[in-house]
């Protein structure tokens, strides 16, 4: 949890920008979920800002927030790239509820919560703006909102 705080400190508060460096994200690497084919990584958006949202299936905020996510992404015709990473979550549960939500963006699998920690995700959902350089430049603990998805995307340019 310290290191969630000191994360938030370092990137500013949603109103004001920040007073410090704003800190890289955590090399991605993931399978994609439920089904093969190569892995998803975060170095495949390289020079390009990107959304990364933490959730698994079993989450209840995450039952409104994937859907929202799923709209938000088709309504920006794929130009705002998301990548969904599903945590500490059962694959076939998890690939039911991505279908049911209308997911279109690529989702990689986290069985064992290892991104998640990397990124100093203790509770989920959770959001990451990323910006070209591959910065945090905001973060979102809990369902992330219709505002802060535009917020987030309006720092990420």
């Keep these: 949890m310290l290191a969630a705080a000191a994360l938030v400190a370092s990137i500013g508060s949603a109103d004001g920008p920040a007073h410090t460096a704003l800190p890289a994200a955590k090399g991605l690497t993931l399978r994609p979920l439920g089904?093969?084919?190569?892995?998803?990584?975060?170095?495949?958006?390289?020079?390009?800002?990107?959304?990364?949202n933490f959730f698994a299936s079993w989450c209840v905020p995450c039952k409104a927030e994937t859907p929202l996510l799923a709209r938000f992404f088709r309504a920006?015709?794929?130009?705002?790239?998301?990548?969904?990473?599903?945590?500490?979550?059962?694959?076939?549960?998890?690939?039911?509820?991505?279908?049911?939500?209308?997911?279109?963006?690529?989702?990689?699998?986290d069985p064992a919560g290892a991104a998640a920690t990397r990124y100093g995700v203790v509770a989920i959902p959770q959001t990451f703006f990323l910006n070209a350089s591959h910065r945090i430049v905001k973060?979102?603990?809990?369902?992330?909102?219709?505002?802060?998805?535009?917020m987030g995307l309006a720092r990420m340019r």
């Design 35 to 52: 089904r093969t084919g190569p892995e998803l990584t975060l170095n495949q958006y390289r020079g390009r800002a990107v959304v990364i």
């Design 139 to 150: 973060r979102v603990f809990g369902a992330v909102t219709l505002a802060e998805l535009n």
């Design 76 to 109: 920006h015709h794929g130009q705002v790239p998301i990548i969904g990473v599903d945590a500490n979550d059962n694959t076939a549960t998890a690939t039911r509820f991505i279908r049911a939500a209308g997911v279109t963006y690529p989702v990689g699998s």
